[in-house]
């Protein structure tokens, strides 16, 4: 059972930047990886993902050009989030894909972390 632990939430004033790292205890050097977030009162929604040899990053048009997704080795995974705007406030969640390539579906990916808070106040 792959086990994920996501670290470097916190607040943040807008225009600000922040640094999510993800580990994973398990083996994911086959799956894509990715970063979802949940905002209050909204649904999960895709954040970012990239393939298993962190090639072919994708990301949602929300956050296009203010984040960065990479693949540092085969069990971490992080997030830069740069130019954070208070829209951006969520839980971020990691998350390993049952597959090797990135997919911005929810239920491609079969192991989550417990998530972790990012606030940007205006």
């Known amino acids: 059972q792959v086990q994920l632990v996501e670290s470097g939430g916190g607040l943040v004033q807008a225009g600000g930047s922040l640094r999510l790292s993800c580990i994973s205890s398990?083996?994911?050097?086959?799956?894509?990886m990715g970063w979802f977030r949940q905002a209050p009162g909204k649904e999960r929604e895709f954040v970012a993902a990239s393939d298993f040899n962190g090639g072919s990053p994708r990301y949602a048009d929300s956050v296009k050009g203010r984040f960065t997704i990479s693949r540092d080795n085969q069990n971490t995974v992080t997030l830069q989030m740069d130019s954070l705007k208070p829209e951006d406030t969520a839980v971020y969640y990691c998350?390993?894909?049952?597959?090797?390539?990135?997919?911005?579906?929810?239920?491609?990916?079969?192991?989550w972390g417990r998530g972790t808070q990012v606030t940007v106040s205006s």
């Open positions: 998350a390993v894909s049952r597959f090797a390539y990135s997919a911005a579906a929810s239920i491609d990916y079969n192991a």
């Open positions: 398990g083996n994911t050097h086959s799956n894509a």
